[in-house]
């Protein structure tokens, strides 16, 4: 198949690295976003007041447009978006994005004509008008992203208490500070995010209350408070303290007969962080060994989230709402809160609604784990791929290797496996994932802690050189996009050299004939 119409969903980090990889290599892409800006979660409307990136600001770019060097070391969230629109811009990325263009259907063309149509709905705002649209491509990206469909639980009594004046929000929904000003606000969560509010809120609301499950460990930016967090956890030597599913070298060693040296290592961790932190003071001593919180659940502490709650500033709560009751809520342990503002920072769900049934269930199962092979294809989904559909320190640069593994796979370039090994290996990573990590990295979209065997992967199936590796120095080094700025260009000169040596031995014609 002739492949040269590309439809990209979503306009986040992942959609704009996408589209800028298949539009420098000739391809005619067209970008389908459905808020008024760019930048997925950190387009405006979305983004809480505060927020900043728990990356630290070099790695949190991509590989040939580095963030500006007078950015702090976790840029907020006005300067990623300032970032992302100077990378779409610069790259010619803007001018092929569709505005509040809301992706609602796409589906298979006939087995005789290859590719997708994709059904989109227009909003125009001034004129309050819909418009419907269909186009066809020859293949699509979904990048609509992991932090798309926010999570908002029901409870018994909450229409009641919205009609009588409550707010009832999602963790997206914080974009103004004046939604909590001189307000009794509950923050339901306990991620970054659930954090962040609740620091905010102390200052902008009247009463703040935490109402959190169970306590997870949360990471300082820097150990000690002066040791980066990036020279600790963020480099090749940081990451063989985390056990893979397949290990290299020392790994393997560390692994089985080190055993006792990882425990010790863990546990020193611990103290360091309860003593850093002063987590018995706080009441927030989480239960289970920090080995089991190195995913997903897993985030960089808020500044003066821990002193706030030992002065009492936010008020911690470990239990769960029961229901809604008037002027507030009920706890599982009887207690009622007054209550004007609910916020939920519950996470988001995974999924991908608008895609024909038939192929979206064979990417998702019943417990909404995503089948994807390297997170970015499915053998029986065709001319179809995903970008941002993993978690790492570096989802800039997870995102923009994806996005070349997929284009010289569009290109031919890239020898795949057969189907059956592609299932295989889908189905192995998964079964590791659901009963040998801890905690289960369940979802098929979380593995922070191993964003460089992710990367080599990908690096190894574009027979392209490792990157970050080979002496103590390279492998004490954080994570740097711009050791992969010269990617393309690696690949151009090696399939060029292909070509070349394929020509050896063939009859030379003469200038004259």
Not at 138 to 165: H, Q, R, W, Y
Not at 169 to 197: E, M, P, Y
Not at 320 to 333: C, D, M, S, W, Y
Not at 449 to 463: A, C, I, N, V
């Amino acid at each position: 198949m002739n492949i040269q119409r590309i439809g990209v969903i979503g306009a986040g980090l992942s959609g704009l690295v996408a589209a800028k990889t298949f539009i420098e290599e000739g391809y005619e892409v067209t970008v389908f976003e459905k808020q008024k800006g760019l930048g997925g979660v950190w387009e405006k409307s979305r983004s809480y007041p505060g927020v900043t990136t728990q990356s630290p600001r070099d790695m949190y770019a991509f590989s040939d447009y580095p963030m500006p060097t007078f950015y702090p070391e976790s840029p907020t969230g006005e300067q990623v978006r300032n970032y992302l629109e100077s990378y779409a811009q610069h790259f010619g990325i803007t001018e092929k994005i569709h505005f509040q263009a809301e992706v609602t259907q796409v589906e298979r063309k006939t087995a005789k004509q290859p590719g997708w149509v994709v059904s989109v709905s227009y909003k125009n705002n001034l004129q309050g008008k819909i418009r419907l649209e269909k186009q066809e491509f020859d293949f699509i990206l979904i990048c609509n992203g992991t932090c798309n469909i926010p999570k908002v639980p029901s409870f018994p009594g909450m229409a009641e208490f919205i009609d009588s004046g409550g707010l009832v929000l999602h963790s997206t929904n914080i974009n103004d500070d004046s939604l909590i000003q001189g307000k009794r606000v509950v923050v339901v969560g306990f991620a970054k995010s659930a954090a962040d509010i609740a620091t905010f809120a102390v200052d902008k609301g009247s009463k703040c209350t935490l109402v959190f499950r169970q306590a997870s460990w949360k990471i300082p930016r820097y150990f000690l408070g002066f040791i980066n967090i990036k020279y600790l956890m963020l480099t090749r030597l940081g990451q063989v303290w985390f056990p893979y599913r397949k290990f290299r070298g020392v790994e393997q060693v560390l692994h089985t007969v080190g055993k006792p040296l990882v425990w010790a290592f863990w546990r020193t961790l611990e103290i360091l962080l309860r003593l850093q932190l002063r987590l018995d003071a706080c009441g927030m001593l989480p239960d289970e060994p920090i080995e089991g919180f190195i995913n997903c659940p897993l985030s960089i502490a808020t500044k003066n989230f821990y002193k706030y709650v030992r002065q009492g500033k936010i008020r911690a709560k470990k239990t769960t709402i029961e229901r809604f009751v008037p002027g507030g809520v009920e706890l599982a342990n009887g207690e009622r809160l007054s209550t004007d503002v609910m916020i939920f920072a519950t996470g988001f769900h995974q999924n991908i609604p608008f895609l024909e049934e038939q192929y979206r269930q064979q990417i998702i199962d019943n417990q909404g784990t995503f089948h994807l092979y390297r997170n970015l294809i499915h053998p029986d989904v065709p001319e179809m791929g995903f970008v941002g559909y993993n978690s790492t320190f570096s989802g800039t640069l997870s995102s923009e290797i994806g996005s070349r593994w997929l284009v010289e796979s569009v290109k031919g370039n890239l020898v795949l496996p057969l189907r059956s090994e592609m299932l295989k290996d889908i189905e192995a990573e998964l079964n590791w994932r659901q009963t040998k990590t801890p905690r289960g990295l369940y979802s098929g979209t979380c593995f922070f802690p191993f964003s460089f065997h992710y990367l080599d992967y990908l690096m190894r199936d574009l027979g392209a050189k490792i990157r970050q590796t080979g002496s103590i120095a390279e492998i004490v080094k954080p994570l740097s996009p711009s050791a992969y700025k010269n990617l393309r260009q690696e690949l151009h000169a090696k399939r060029l050299i292909s070509i070349n040596d394929s020509r050896i031995g063939e009859p030379v014609e003469s200038k004259n004939s």
